[in-house]
């Protein structure tokens, strides 16, 4: 069943005015310039771009961390990631490998409780600073944590909308090696205000998107919804985000 929430989480105007100076693990930001119209085509059969992509710079990694820092006094009142992170959690992730860590803060939302993968090293060195356990892409494969059926949840949380649906689906496929036999897929994706708000989003990955991909993987649907708002708050609320919560589907 694909439970959707109707109304929207009430959260205090002091935590909402919070929010608005931060997002989630790879933040929107108006430092960038607009990024194109949304695609929403259908895959193609193009073959994996060999050109590294902006998101593996040094200079995507220091924006994470610029946006990680600012909110000035508003900041130290309250904490921006509150209700994120209360979002994360109450997901129940378990130990999890967070595919596009960037510099760890879902994470630090998990209290470490997970391995990092992300193919920018300043962000793997900036979560192994925090003490957090994190790899490049091209590192994990042959680490001790790259173990089969080891993880309870694969989280690609504000990953795949840098990415065309072609190569959001081999990214999935090419961890569902690692997840347990009764784990769980979280994707976590910016709405339209958040996706134009970046230049190195590709795709709009919106609920209908979430399906497409789940009948193209065979992966079932377990929850799908908004958050913190209803989805029509996210045309004017940058960190309005769509969570999405999938399982595999199992030969019978």
């Known amino acids: 069943m694909i439970r959707t929430v109707i109304g929207m989480t009430k959260l205090p105007r002091r935590t909402l005015l919070a929010m608005s100076t931060d997002g ?7 430092e960038a310039p607009p990024a194109a119209a949304p695609s ?11 050109e590294a992509p902006p998101t593996a710079a040094t200079a995507y990694a220091e924006r994470l961390q610029r946006l990680s820092n600012r909110g000035g006094l508003l900041r130290r009142l309250i904490d921006p990631q509150l209700p994120y992170r209360w979002n994360l959690r109450r997901l129940r992730p378990g130990f999890t490998l967070d595919i ?17 993968v992300d193919h920018n090293a300043d ?26 059926d080891r993880y309870d949840s694969l989280l690609f949380a504000h990953v795949l909308e840098h990415m065309t649906a072609p190569n959001a ?3 999935v496929t090419s961890y ?6 009764d784990g769980q897929i979280i994707v976590i994706t910016p709405q339209a205000r958040g996706q134009a708000s970046d230049a190195t989003h590709v795709m709009l990955v919106d609920q209908a998107a979430v ?22 708050f996210g045309k004017v609320f940058t960190y309005n985000e769509t969570i999405a919560v999938l399982t595999p589907r199992r030969a019978a």
């Open 24 to 30: 989630s693990n790879r933040a929107p930001s108006t």
């Open 40 to 50: 929403t085509e259908a895959p193609s059969t193009e073959a994996p771009s060999t």
């Open 100 to 116: 596009g860590c960037g510099i760890g803060r879902n994470l630090r939302h998990l209290d470490g409780n997970g391995v990092g």
């Open 123 to 148: 962000c793997v060195a900036a979560c192994r600073a925090a003490g957090l356990t994190a790899y490049t892409t091209d590192e994990f494969p042959a680490s001790a944590d790259a173990v089969a």
């Open 169 to 171: 689906d081999r990214l």
């Open 176 to 181: 569902l090696r690692y997840l347990r036999p």
């Open 211 to 232: 399906r497409k991909m789940a009948d193209r993987l065979r992966l079932k649907i377990v929850q799908l919804r908004s958050f913190p708002f209803t989805q029509p």
